[in-house]
């Protein structure tokens, strides 16, 4: 649709910015605590905590310390968490198998959530890498990473985060199928209310490193995830995913990294009309804390434009380690 203006000077667009009120009045987009989803990261021990260096004020947290941190993000109103568990290296195995035990890390962290703080909702992580020793998403035979098997593998995996008391399951594999795998498990075993948020349009990004310095998967990797995460110059490639990821049983979709791929946001948005969602991911929370950490920038004010962006872009929601700041700036 092309706006209709009238010329100089009936039209003077700088009316309606001439006070705070004006310009609240005609906004057109708006970030409230209700967008955000809190990426958190979870470890085993008690009354613990680690700091990242990579990421500036995000921390490893024990079981205890994340279910006060959760019970602190639903007295602000974010209505959910992300978990992504520290695992132990003697628990990463090339059988994967701590990925669907009913006790490893993150369905622990699911049910003493759900118990302590039952009107946050939980988001899981469902891929392999956390409990493989070279860090992909799926098991490695003979230097290639498998799709089908790895399949078969995070459908166990998704039956029991649902099991532990997950509200929602978040592939964030990129293998082809899983979500109707998934799907049908869950269905089978009466999980039927358990949405699935897939990880449809995951780029093979050089965003991802101060992540897997916090999930101790750096210097893990051996080779790169190219064959399987989306090559960066493809834009119609995730359409693709996305309308096979619905008609496998997805109820939400999500881009991932956020900000360098905001055109595939508003594509995905405007071709589905789906709840839409991006990750905010962490060289991108790095590089605006790092700036601002060197007076290069306003952090605070960058942070809220970097957010409002993927408003724009006709996003639903965003998973952002800011989500916490900035629930504390709209409380204030």
Not at 24 to 49: E, K
Not at 140 to 162: C, F, I, P, S, Y
Not at 244 to 255: I, Q, S, T
């Amino acid at each position: 649709m092309t706006p209709v203006v009238a010329p100089f000077p009936l039209t003077r667009l700088r009316r309606t910015r001439k006070s705070a009120a004006l310009r609240a009045l005609t906004r057109q987009n708006t970030l409230t605590v209700h967008d955000l989803i809190w990426p958190v990261f979870v470890m085993d021990g008690t009354d613990a905590s680690y700091d990242i260096p990579s990421m500036p004020g995000v921390k490893r947290l024990t079981v205890d310390r994340l279910v006060a941190a959760a019970r602190d993000a639903a007295a602000l109103g974010i209505p959910a968490i992300c978990i992504f568990p520290y695992t132990d290296p003697a628990l990463k195995t090339d059988c994967c198998s701590e990925a669907w035990n009913p006790d490893n890390l993150s369905n622990r962290a699911i049910r003493a959530i759900k118990d302590a703080v039952p009107e946050i909702a939980v988001m899981t992580d469902v891929a392999l890498d956390p409990y493989n020793p070279d860090g992909h998403d799926g098991f490695v035979r003979n230097g290639h990473v498998v799709n089908d098997e790895t399949v078969e593998a995070l459908a166990k995996m998704a039956v029991e985060q649902a099991r532990a008391g997950a509200d929602i399951l978040g592939p964030s594999d990129m293998m082809d199928g899983r979500i109707g795998a998934m799907r049908a498990a869950c269905e089978a075993e009466g999980f039927r209310d358990v949405a699935i948020l897939s990880y449809a349009a995951k780029y093979a990004s050089a965003f991802y490193g101060p992540f897997r310095d916090a999930v101790g998967a750096s210097g893990a990797l051996k080779g790169d995830k190219k064959t399987y995460q989306m090559d960066p110059g493809n834009s119609d490639e995730a359409l693709r995913l996305i309308h096979r990821d619905l008609m496998e049983g997805a109820d939400m979709v999500m881009v991932k990294p956020g900000l360098p791929y905001l055109d595939i946001c508003r594509l995905t948005k405007d071709q589905f009309g789906v709840p839409t969602y991006a990750y905010q991911v962490s060289g991108e929370y790095a590089m605006v804390k790092a700036a601002a950490a060197n007076g290069w920038i306003d952090g605070d004010a960058v942070m809220f434009e970097s957010l409002m962006a993927f408003k724009r872009a006709g996003c639903d929601g965003i998973l952002s380690y800011f989500a916490m700041d900035v629930a504390r700036a709209l409380d204030a």
